[in-house]
């Protein structure tokens, strides 16, 4: 190997590499990128870190980084200006880079404030879907995103995004409980203005993801050829609707199943009755998706209140396992799986050869003991250790 750069050389009790458990190994690091995994490189010494795993640093799919995860995040982001909306934004990114969420995909920001972040040193790698796109008066349109309820008005409003550089779409299919008179068993868009959506955003290269609590809105995104389906709650007005029928198209068509997962508990504080009601059959439909071979990947939905800091990924671990998981392959959903929906698999989610030295350490065996993902001991971004 040559190289004009320091090279940096960790050891760790165990490695997982994105697929695979490697056992005692050593893991060389070139600059920024990963070098040599598996043994060590003759001269170059080795840092030996302990009884400590080295995953690769976790992406989180589903952020909000303009939320800043109080009791009334809509309204403390209508009191900041753009300035002040960009310094939380930037610190909301840090504190998930601190927890080992070394890539983030914020799929709403206030007026493409998100975009501006994307790059800057320091920060995660950000993916951005700016505001998302929602009817008038809709689920989160004061975020900037609104637009009629036309063929015409989507295909303006993905072009608008296409042409800001935008990494993914986001349309609120259905409503949801952060907005005043918007409710999560309601359909927003008609599926022709859908089809409309996810037409005109693959000309330009971009994936659609909705936002489909109600089960209508699911029918719909999928009849129009969606991309991904965030939340998935299968929502009626009465319960939590069981459709076998949907669950075995989104399986065999490998839509991807944005599950909202990871949470920290905050001392008397409790889910909405809605949703505690709803919970067990949420879980119940998740796990059957889990248990057929669905593509899932985890998003938070940081940001959108106190159980939802940035970032609660890491939690999402213990918790894919209570639904049927095997720690291995809830790892790879977090990274490798998770890399690929967001189009960054060739640098993504493993710790390979050529790869970015994104790298987290946790104290102990998250494969022996899921909840050891938030015993963070150190987290490298690009080669760099994070403080």
């Known amino acids: 190997m040559t190289t004009t750069r320091p090279l940096t050389a960790l050891r760790a009790a165990r490695l997982f590499d994105g697929e695979r458990l490697v056992d005692d190994p050593v893991i060389v690091l070139d600059g920024g990128h990963v070098a040599v995994v598996g043994a060590a490189v003759p001269g170059v010494a080795v840092t030996d870190l302990g009884d400590v795993t080295v995953l690769p640093g976790l992406i989180d799919t589903h952020v909000h980084l303009a939320f800043d995860a109080s009791t009334d995040p809509v309204g403390a982001l209508a009191a900041r200006s753009p300035d002040e909306v960009r310094a939380a934004m930037t610190e909301a990114a840090l504190a998930s880079l601190r927890c080992g969420v070394t890539t983030v995909r914020d799929l709403g920001d206030r007026d493409f404030l998100s975009l501006d972040l994307r790059g800057t040193q320091g920060l995660p790698t950000i993916l951005a879907a700016g505001p998302p796109v929602t009817t008038v008066g809709g689920h989160c349109h004061f975020l900037g995103g609104a637009v009629e309820n036309t063929e015409a008005a989507m295909r303006a409003a993905v072009r608008e ?41 693959h000309k330009h290269g971009l994936p659609v993801t909705a936002h489909a609590h109600a089960t209508g809105a699911i029918a719909d995104a999928l009849a129009a ?31 991807v199943v944005g599950a909202t997962l990871g949470i920290v508990p905050v001392p008397d504080m409790m889910p909405p009755p809605p949703i505690m009601a709803r919970l067990p059959k949420m879980r119940a439909a998740l796990a059957t998706l889990i248990a057929d071979g669905a593509l899932v990947v985890a998003g938070s939905d940081a940001g959108i209140g106190p159980p939802k800091p940035h970032s ?12 049927g998981m095997s720690p291995l392959d809830a790892l790879r959903t977090m990274t490798s799986v998770a890399a690929g929906v967001c189009g960054l698999a060739s640098r993504k989610g493993r710790l390979s050869p050529g790869f970015d030295a994104d790298l987290l350490v946790v104290g102990g065996d998250p494969f022996a003991d899921p909840g050891v993902l938030t015993d963070v001991r150190a987290v490298y971004l690009g080669g760099r250790i994070v403080a």
């Open 161 to 201: 995004r296409a042409e800001r550089g935008c990494d993914v779409v986001k349309i609120m299919a259905s409503g949801g409980m952060l907005t005043p008179g918007s409710a999560q068993h309601q359909v927003q868009f008609d599926v022709a203005v859908l089809r409309a959506a996810v037409d005109e955003a």
């Open 225 to 255: 050829g969606i991309d991904s389906l965030e939340h998935l709650s299968f929502w009626s007005e009465e319960g939590v609707d069981d459709r076998p029928d949907l669950r075995a198209e989104i399986v065999a068509r490998r839509v």
């Open 312 to 323: 609660p990924l890491p939690t999402a671990l213990p918790q894919f396992v209570s639904l």
